[in-house]
Nanobody, 116 residues
């Protein structure tokens, strides 16, 4: 059974930082590119970042480039999203998945709220 469990969200002030984690199980994690998506209320789910299976290649949405960093530790079956200089428009539920995402793999997500 594939499971992707996101954690690390919370409320933070503008300019603050959070580090999200995604714990994977039920598939061979190290064989897959991984990604982060986010979805704000009333909006489509949007791509945030992706990382290759080896960690050697990373891609970011323009809106987060220079502020967010995706990483992974294959031995821990975990992918991370370090979020710095957070803005109110970063407020959303954040999800991890394979890349390209698999429809059946979406987890519960973790809420990130950026507010003063």
């Amino acid at each position: 059974e594939v499971q992707l469990v996101e954690s690390g969200g919370g409320m933070v002030q503008p300019g603050g930082s959070l580090r999200l984690s995604c714990a994977a199980s039920g598939f061979t994690f190290s064989n897959y590119d991984m990604s982060w998506f986010r979805q704000a209320p009333g909006k489509e789910r949007e791509f945030v970042a992706a990382i290759s299976w080896s960690g050697g290649n990373r891609n970011y949405a323009d809106s987060v480039k220079g502020r967010f960093a995706i990483s992974r530790i294959n031995a821990k079956n975990t992918v991370y999203l370090q979020m710095n200089s957070l803005k109110p428009e970063d407020t959303a539920v954040y999800y991890c998945n394979t890349h390209p995402p698999s429809p059946g793999y979406w987890g519960q997500g973790t809420q990130v709220t950026v507010s003063s």
